[in-house]
């Protein structure tokens, strides 16, 4: 069956936050997770906050960039 998906339309960014605990060098594999870390409303019924954790790993484990974003996205209609 065919499901159509949604897709998130970003308002505005209102916060970044990042850290880089570790280096990274040339040669450096490196991978990123991204996970919702908190959605809230807001008293605009077509909008919402979505914070965003982000981590960078390289081949050794080691966190070598971490942050959150905070963005402002358009929510769906009730019901769709």
């Not at 069956?1 to 960014?13: E, L, P, S, T």
């Amino acid at each position: 069956a065919y499901r159509r998906q949604r897709q998130m339309c970003i308002r505005d960014r209102l916060d970044m936050q990042c850290r880089f605990p570790k280096p990274t060098f040339i040669g450096d594999t490196i991978g990123v997770t991204v996970t919702v870390s908190e959605k809230r409303e807001t008293s605009k019924s077509d909008r919402g906050i979505l914070s965003f954790r982000r981590e960078v790993i390289n081949q050794r484990g080691e966190t070598v960039v971490e942050g959150v974003w905070k963005l402002l996205v358009s929510r769906a209609p009730q019901g769709a």
